[in-house]
Structures are given as C-alpha cells and as structure tokens.
C-alpha cells in the first residue's frame, strides 16, 4: 500500500506570496492532520480533516487554513507568508480519528520564504 | 503542552538494546501512549503505540508501569540506522498529537 504523499516536495516563495500545499493519505484513510515543524518551535499541529470537515485546530494565526476533498486529499494555504513562516511542513492520515488510530507521515514539504 | 519529560539525548552501543525512557505522570485512563522517530528532515516514523498493556512488534517493544505513569521503549538490537530523535506522544485528542523535543539516540560503532 502507498504511503502519504506530498506535494510538492520543495518550495521557494517571497514574503507576501501565497501558498498550497498537497497531501494525498494513504489509500482508504479518510483523517489527515497537518503538523509545522521549525527549529525554534519543533513539530506542532495545524489542524486535523475528517469527512472534509476540520476537527481540531492547532494555534496558528488565520492566515493558515485547509480544507479536505470528497477523496480524502487535503490541501493547506498559507496566504501573505512572512519569513517565519519558512519549515517543514508534514501532513499525517489515519483511517478514522480517534485516539487509538495511528497517523501515518508524509515525507513533508520544505518550504522556503525569501 | 506536551505532556510528556524524556531526555534531550542518549548513547547507544550498536548491537546492544536502547532503552528509551517517558514519564507522562499526568496521563489519564483513555489517553494511549505512542511513539514516533524522526531522522533528519525526514517525516516521523511511527514506532509503536499502547494503552495499558505491554506491546511489541518488528520494531520494538514498549513497556507501560502498571500506574501508568511512565513508559520506555525497548530497541533490542540497536543498529546505526536507529539513530534518529524519539518522540514518546501521550494522545487524547483525536487527531492531535503533541510533540515535545524528544531524545536524540546515536547509536555508536
């Protein structure tokens, strides 16, 4: 079975720009969260899809928002990107979410503010 | 807000058993246990997850103090690819986990 993809794999973007990024989860996982993860502030969750619904959210400012699709892809968005906002950006599927099911990770997308 | 406490690093003979220590003294009884590894810029790895009772599979084993308080996880035969950061993930949240800083293994020649 594959694995978590993301997409794309690197990015580079100038302050002010905006920002999808794509995850595809693990064939029949319909849950997938969204982790940052910088040096300053290690990994910390964004927020969490399920039935293309947002379950949980993380204490990220507004300008940080996602959405899931009827196949259970996700996207994230980051509008008006600072220079902070440059890290590893990783999404995780599970098949439902709750606490006894396991989330999978994506290799994660790096990107880069200028 | 993690809450979980392990150590920031630890050594570890290559061939001999790593053992990973986790105190989460506030843990309560639906809240599970999970670990996870990272390598450098890679997405964590998942490792193992419990309850209550011991676990153990390919990768390690994981044992839980009867109290619940505190964990470790057991690679019995460490190896030069272990070294890695370990996250120990106390989860009652659904799909959030809360990562701490974790510990950083080297396993050593």
């Known amino acids: 079975k594959a694995g978590v993809t993301q997409t794309p794999r690197y990015l580079i973007k100038t302050r002010g720009q905006q920002v999808t990024l794509s995850c595809s989860p693990i064939?029949?996982?319909?849950?997938v969260s969204w982790y940052q993860q910088t040096p300053g502030q290690g990994l910390q969750f964004l927020f969490e899809?399920?039935?293309?619904?947002?379950?949980n959210k993380g204490n990220f400012p507004g300008r940080f928002s996602g959405r899931q699709f009827s196949n259970s892809r996700s996207e994230m968005n980051v509008s008006t990107l600072e220079l902070g906002d440059s890290a590893l950006y990783l999404c995780?599927?599970?098949?439902?979410?709750?606490?006894?099911?396991?989330?999978?990770f994506g290799p994660g997308t790096r990107l880069t503010v200028l | 807000d993690a809450k979980t406490t392990q150590p920031p690093s630890m050594d570890c003979a290559e061939g001999r058993a790593a053992n990973l220590p986790c105190n989460h003294s506030?843990?309560?009884?639906?809240?599970?246990v999970y670990w996870y590894r990272q390598i450098h810029s890679q997405g964590p790895q998942y490792i193992i997850h419990?309850?209550?009772n011991n676990e153990t599979n390919e990768m390690a084993s994981l044992i839980i103090t009867e109290d619940r308080k505190s964990s470790t996880l057991i690679l019995p035969h460490a190896t030069l690819r272990d070294t890695a950061v370990y996250y120990c993930?106390?989860?009652?949240?659904?799909?959030?986990?809360?990562f701490g800083q974790g510990t950083e293994l080297s396993v050593k020649p």
């Open positions: 995780a599927s599970s098949w439902l979410h709750r606490e006894a099911d396991t989330q999978y």
């Open positions: 064939s029949g996982h319909r849950s």
């Open positions: 899809y399920f039935s293309e619904t947002q379950r």
């Open positions: 506030t843990i309560s009884g639906n809240e599970y």
């Open positions: 419990g309850l209550k």
């Open positions: 993930i106390v989860r009652n949240q659904g799909g959030k986990l809360i």
